[in-house]
Each structure stands twice: as C-alpha cells, then as structure tokens.
C-alpha cells in the first residue's frame, strides 16, 4: 500500500425514502381555487377531530379527491417501485396479489403565526402534503431564530424554525431529523411518504399572513372485484 491510503468504499444501509415532487399546474390551480372558495364562503367542514395538530383551522377537502386521485395514485406507484415490499409490514391488502391505491382522504389546514403540528404519524399506506400558500422567507425565519443549544454549521440546517421536519432511526439507533427547508419558494411543491413516519411541523414567527397545506392518506385494495 502506497503513502498509506486504503482502497476502501463507504457502503450506505437500505432505507425507506420520500418522493418529492411539483403538483401539475392545473391540480396546484384547482386546489387552491377551491381551498379560496371555502375560505371565502365559510362553508368549510372542520376536520380538526381527526387530527392532532395545534391548528385552529383545518378543513376537509374529501369533495375534490377525485380530481386528484389519478396523480396521487401514480406518485405512489412510483414510491412503491422505489421502495418495493415495504409496504408489506403494515399493510395487510399489500400481501394480496391484485391490489392497487386509493385516496381514502384529503383536508387543507389554514395555520397562523405560532400554530404548530406536534411529533405525529398518519392513518393508511402512504401520505402526503402539498404546501399551496407559503407567507415567509426561510431566511426572515432563520435570523428570527438562529440555532442555539451548542448547534453547529449552516444555520439553514440547523434551525427548526417553520420547517416540516421527518423523523427516523438511523443505522445506530439514534433518532435523527430529516428537515424540509419549507417557504415561499415551494409553493406547488408535493412530499409522499410512508403514513408511518413521524413528522412534525414547527411554528413560523415573521408573518401575520396564513400558511396553507394540503394533506391526505392514500390506502391499499384488492383489485380483484374493483372494490375499495
């Protein structure tokens, strides 16, 4: 061995991810349209009792699932081709031999200044959110709340502050952060991922405007008769 270098490779261990994506154009639209018209109207129907979220506003959207279904069901298609049996574990339809996803339901949440969702897991196969309305600068955020506690590094990665943020253990038993660095700049921006995982959403300080997202749960069936 020459100058004391070894030919070594770092080897990663297998885990689950997350899709991320843009919502077509015309779904972005149609969602927010609606969502302005609930908002508007008042005519919304609460869907607070099915969450767990410190959030004074949150809405069904189980009307208009069926405008999102296909695109939906398709980004899971590719979840699952990426992340083949994973399902398997929790999902009893998932073992049967015809199955296929389907969107079991959807809601919007209309979150303010200091509201937050707390360290939760979702109901069915696989989730998601889709971020419609971003009032904030991530920046703004960051100067709001710099790191503190002895944190190290960039502050973008290392400041809580408005983010969602995923939590996994990794390869040595230690509960770690997965942040998504969440703000104006990812209006239209859609996250799947497992219902399973724990995630949570921090509260944001530098607006008085609303931050509104799109959530919902995807479930697994046997496609044998075509029933849900």
């Not at 899709?19 to 302005?36: D, N, T």
């Not at 004074?56 to 990426?82: G, I, P, R």
């Not at 290392?158 to 509960?175: E, L, W």
Request: hydrophobic share 35%; with cysteine.
């Amino acid at each position: 061995m020459e100058n004391n270098e070894l030919a070594a490779t770092n080897k990663h261990f297998p885990n689950i991810g997350v899709l991320e994506a843009k919502l077509p154009f015309e779904l972005f639209e149609g969602l927010s349209g609606e969502i302005e018209r609930i908002i508007k109207e008042g005519t919304g129907l609460t869907y607070n009792h099915n969450l767990v979220g410190h959030i004074e506003e949150e809405y069904s959207l189980n009307h208009v699932t069926d405008h999102m279904e296909e695109f939906l069901t398709a980004m899971a298609s590719t979840w699952q081709t990426a992340n083949p049996g994973l399902l398997e574990g929790y999902e009893e339809a998932a073992k049967l031999k015809d199955w296929s996803f389907y969107l079991d339901s959807m809601w919007f949440n209309k979150q303010k200044k200091y509201e937050f969702n707390p360290l939760h897991h979702h109901s069915g196969a696989l989730s998601f959110v889709i971020w419609i309305k971003i009032p904030y600068d991530l920046q703004d955020e960051i100067n709001y709340f710099p790191p503190v506690g002895g944190d190290a590094g960039d502050p973008a990665d290392n400041t809580y502050t408005s983010k969602f943020c995923f939590y996994y253990t990794n390869s040595m038993g230690r509960i770690t952060p997965a942040m998504v660095p969440v703000d104006k700049t990812y209006e239209g921006t859609i996250v799947m991922f497992p219902s399973e995982m724990l995630h949570a959403v921090y509260p944001f300080y530098t607006s008085d405007d609303y931050r509104i997202s799109v959530s919902g749960n995807l479930r697994i069936c046997s496609t044998k008769k075509g029933n849900k």
